[in-house]
C-alpha cells in the first residue's frame, strides 16, 4: 500500500475520539485509510499504521540505507582507480603506455600499490 508523504492528506482523528470510541474504531479507519493521524487540539501527534504496513516501512527505509552504503562504497572505489590510473599516466610509464608494445622490449614494473 502506498501512503501519502503529507500528514494534511491523510485521515484525522481528534485523540478524544480514540478514547471514546476506543482501539477498534481506530484501527477500522487504519485498514480503510492505510494511516490515521492522531490529533490533539488539530495538531498532529502521532500517525497510526498496521503492523504489516510498519514493517514494510522499516525494511524499504533499510533497503535505501544499504543503497546509499553501496553508491558511497562505490564512489570511493572510483576516486581510488581514478587517483591510480592518473599515476599511470605520469612520467616514463605514461610514455611506453603511448608507444606500441614490441615483442623483444622488456618492462621492469615497479612495487604494487
Do not use: C, I
Not at 485521515?11 to 492505510?34: I, N
Not at 605520469?90 to 614494473?109: E, I, V, W
Amino acid at each position: 500500500m502506498d501512503l501519502t508523504l503529507h500528514l494534511r492528506d491523510l485521515e484525522r482523528t481528534p485523540a478524544s475520539d480514540v478514547k471514546a470510541k476506543g482501539w477498534p474504531e481506530l484501527m477500522r479507519k487504519v485498514q480503510r485509510s492505510g494511516a490515521v493521524v492522531v490529533t490533539n487540539h488539530n495538531h498532529p501527534q502521532a500517525v497510526v499504521v498496521s503492523a504489516e504496513e510498519y514493517e514494510r516501512l522499516v525494511e524499504q527505509a533499510n533497503n535505501a540505507n544499504h543503497g546509499e552504503q553501496r553508491a558511497a562504497s562505490l564512489r570511493q572505489l572510483q576516486a581510488e582507480f581514478d587517483a591510480h590510473l592518473s599515476s599511470l599516466k605520469q612520467g616514463a610509464l605514461a610514455k611506453a603506455l603511448d608507444r606500441p608494445a614490441r615483442r623483444s622490449t622488456r618492462f621492469t614494473l615497479g612495487k604494487s600499490l
